[in-house]
């Protein structure tokens, strides 16, 4: 559009650097373009989580990309020099062009625009022509500013030396529109920016601060990964408060480490509540805190409740509930041996968060207790995904086992039993990897709920002597068979049983593979299979008896289920990993919430601009700019009178308006010469007529003209 | 499209001050109205605090607005009201009637409304197309009540289920607009609304198919959404959404989402018609789909509308997750979202207002502008996570 509105008669712009500077930040065509820059590369931070621990993107990417990515700052984009930047310059670029449109708006507010040629007036859409002999010039005026008056516009009128103009006006606060909704994006975006992390980028580039990467406890933080009260203006940092503790500082996580913010006050946890709907899902997070502050309080802490969505405000330090988790629950834990004869387990007890010292098959082993969960409330298995059907699967306590290497098993252990399809299980998920799937190993329980005959089975079978006197007792008397085939067969039974109690059923075959030509493969599997059971439940109908159940009518359903089940946990052992089943026998929780803590000092100017922005935003769609001139002069006798107008935007709306007041003046002065043929431009073209005036007028120069 | 000057002197000219020609029946509308609103409080004021209260009273104003701003919106919502109030008398305490009443089970239970609305809103869309193809004045009209009575259902659904989480138990109550079932409901009758306005004003049904293309859009994917994945039993709130800010935050947002799918369906229009014109310029469909000032302007105004709505919505958002989570913004998928939905349509509408584009491009931009705020809407809670745990497919 601007080369239509050079002004004639104005000599152009010299073309210095600031100049040229100014015209490219204020550009619509850069507008535009760092508006859907800014939409394009906000989109990277939501495909990409942010602010994960650092190793989970090596894993993800592989060092090479990981390294790249995170020279690229995309792991914590929002945060990222080159996008504050782009943020920086969107801001600086709406302000430019608020600077060079703002005097032009509040112009065409204030001022009456009375300098206008008749001959630009006969070029507007909206224009009709008067000749009125036998006329007085001022009769004339006061009955077209009286039409003005009828439509609610407010006018000037100015003599010059052969003719005078009246110029109207009508919603001249839709000019603030473009100020106020403009102005936000400036006030919003700067609050923004002093709100992030700017001030912490600043310090941490000047060397004051950095990041603490190791594990440490709150104490051993070094100063220099230490904030002081008001160190920075704005944060925002977490803290995991176990019941009955309390805590002066939140850690503000960055990037692959966080530093330690100290507050002016301490907040204590006294109780944290989870409360629970009757399907189990959370009704709500509770908190009740005590804030220690000698200086303001006194001796007298203040006592609060906080909630989600019901945070504490003091101090203009906002403290909401964001998280919780365990604050050491006490455990009572049996562990049951997997890999030795004897199956009477070890009785030992820990907390949440500690680390015990475990003889292994291989040396000790830390066994770190994790987390205690009151409620697991999962999707009922078997349940496709849509049915929403979820049950509460009890008490769990998870917990990593890790050897001198420092390799670890992660185990989630459920406290009761679980009915699946009719029968009860003991569950202890188990992984190798973090972040990979629990494989699930399922205890069956015995008559005494408990998984002691599943675990007095499978420790029969790591005892060659045991398992011999079973085997011979049992021997199947086969006819006209020498001792020695006795011998060897029983044998064979014991190979069978040390191959599947090592390495489940895949030992077996695999051993068959090894030893059997391929062509009777399939046969000798089946045959070593069969055996393998056999004596299987030759072990376990010993296992019975020993616990004294009666076998003389044979075994019961619920006992054949029993032993296919436990078949299926043996077979699964080998992968476990884990030298003892850990059974939780009893436990005492104890809570811990996970507190946010915020401090912003730009809040008021962000909500400032919020206002602004809606007013602006209203102001602009839903009132228009609207003008009318008349331009009167004196003519052979009487009155000639012209007519125009124009609005900024709404122009159907307006060409019915002005149509109106041309009615309303054709009934005050008679019919007109000559009308511009009244046509009702279609809305295609309409506005770009519409603001002809504007462009023309040659009053300012700039007059739209900087978003070219 | 010349008209002739005498017919455009002979048009009355209507002041555009409202408060000029508030008569009689404004005034009994508006009785009526608080009158309704104080007794709904009267009923349920045990249940509100402070806060929702002002909601209420908000609430009732603009619908007091509302009604004198636009006549036919009397008649809608005192319909659904009466259809509302009949449907919680039927039920009084026992939720185990929506199984046994007759009128609960097949028609005001919110599940059998719902059904009702989404095959009034389908029956509609075809109707529309039916209309604009034959011409006929009659199958128009058929098309227009069958919109606003699938509207009335959606509606009177909603309010009926809102009664209905609390007959489940008080803990349990919640507005409906918690989950992505009941949004995508609020969605079609927004849209339909919205659409429903724009036919009034510009008094013409040619785009009232593809608005409502829109709407049997969501449909499929609420039936689908129903029976697949069972996803219309009420459930309670998480604590995050236990909130007075959900009341007015979510609706606004769907004020902007309606329009901008409104504003999309009328660039699809719009596309299929400038393409006729081109190839085709005597075709049936040159001759038949709306006309294009026609398109872009509605097309305009819908996205201003919707602009409006969504800056409103994301505020609110904003103090709402100042008040949650701890600050006004945290570049959480959903908040980051809105943003590019809101930088998109400030782009389109510089490019339309400053530079004066128009037609074609501003068309095409208003549809893919749908697909970027469908992601804000629907992809973010698929394949995003964050803290709007708002609903997943
Ligand atoms: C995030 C940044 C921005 C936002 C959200 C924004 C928003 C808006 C909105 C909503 C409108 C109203 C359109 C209408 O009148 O219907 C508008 C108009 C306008 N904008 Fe922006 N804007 C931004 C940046 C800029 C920049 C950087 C410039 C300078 C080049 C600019 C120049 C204008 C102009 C000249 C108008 C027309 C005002 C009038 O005469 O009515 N905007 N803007």
Redesign the pocket.
Known sequence: MSETITPIGKSVHRRTLGWVLLEFL???N??ITL?VVVAVSSIIGTVLQQNQPYPNYVIKFGPFWFEVFNRLGLYDVYGAGWFIAILAF?IL??SV?IYR?APGKLREMLRFRTRIRADSLRGFHQCVEWRLPERDLKAVLTEVTGAFHAFGYRWRVQNYSDHQVAAAMKGRYNRL??LF??AA?VIIGIGGLLDGNLWLKLKEWRGEIALETRDLAARDIPPISRLAPGAVSAFRGNVMLPEGSAANFVFLRLRDGFLLQELPFAIELRDFQVEYHATGQPKSFTSQVRIHDQDHLGDTPLEATIQVNHPLVYRGYAIYQSDFGDGGSKLELRAWPLTTARADPVETQGEIGSVLKVAGPTGAIRLELDDFRLFNLLPEPGAQPGDRKFRNFGPSVGFKLRDAAGEAHEYLNYMTPVQLEGRWFFISGARAQPGAEFMYLHIPVDANNSPERFLRFNARLHDADGLRTVLARSAPSVEGQSPDFQRDLDQVRLNLVGLFAQGGFAAVTQKAQAVVPADRLKEATGLYLNILRDTLAEVFLDVLREEGVKLEQGVGEREDAFFNDALSALAALPAYGSPFYLQLTRFQQVEASGLQVTHSNATGMVYTGFAFLVIG?FI??YTSYRRLWAWLALEDNGVRLILAGAA??HSAEFTGEFNALQADLIRRLGSPEAVVEITVPPPDTAEAVALQPFIRDTERSTSNG??S | MAVTREAMLERPWEHSSPWLRLAFWDGLWALLIAVGSGYAYWLYQPYMDGYEVAIQIGSTLALITWGLYWKPARRFVLTVALLTVVALWRYGADYELRKSAFLLKYLLESQAAFMWMSTLYVLATATYFVALFSRSEFIGKTATALTWSATVMGLTGLLVRWRESYLLGTDIGHIPVSNLYEVFILFALITALLYLFYEDRHRTRAMGGFALLAISGAVAFLLWYTFDRQAHHIQPLIPALQSYWMKIHVPANFIGYGAFALAAMLGVAYLLRSGAEAHRPQGLLARTLPPLDLLDDVMYKAI?LG?AAFTIATILGALWAAEAWGGYWSWDPKETWALIVW?NY?AW??LR??KGWRGTPMAWWAVIGLFVTLFAFLGVNMFLSGLHSYGTL
Do not use: D, K
Request: aromatic residues 10%; hydrophobic residues 50%.
């Open positions: 204020g550009s619509m850069l507008a508006l969107l670029s709406t062009c449109q529109g473009y909704t403009h994006v935003i602009m769609f900024h935007r900087s978003h | 201003a602009f930088l400030a509408l510089h207002l400053t």
